[in-house]
């Protein structure tokens, strides 16, 4: 004995079978899009993370540090690079000066001018 809820499922499993309208298809092929490039987004920062992780900690066997860990260390990195930078380009910056100082000393101990020094060098 059928009853009326055993044909409303019916008809529902029906209706469930009919092809997909146009714009389901499209809904369907965006959402199939959408799951590729989000799990080749992963992939990505996972490669780049780990590369993180070798620059960084080196080859640590086993040991896979939190990634907010890994972004400090990266942020600690580049602020001592960063000082550095401006150390060296200070220190580049003086060193004409020095030299000339140096060359001066030399021209007056050995009697020679300082062009001639120079040019030695």
Known sequence: MKTSQDSRLFQSSLVSKTKPSTQEKRDINKQKIHTVLERQRRSEQRILFDKLQTILC????????????????????????????????????????????????????????????????
């Open 58 to 121: 080196g080859d640590l066997v086993g040991i896979k540090p939190p990634r907010l860990h890994l972004l400090s260390m990266a942020v600690k990195e580049i602020q001592h690079i960063s000082e550095t930078s401006k150390f060296l380009k200070m220190k580049k910056r003086k060193l004409p000066q020095l030299q000339s100082d140096y060359l001066n000393k030399l021209s007056i101990l050995s009697g020679k001018s300082a062009n001639l020094i120079k040019h030695k060098l």
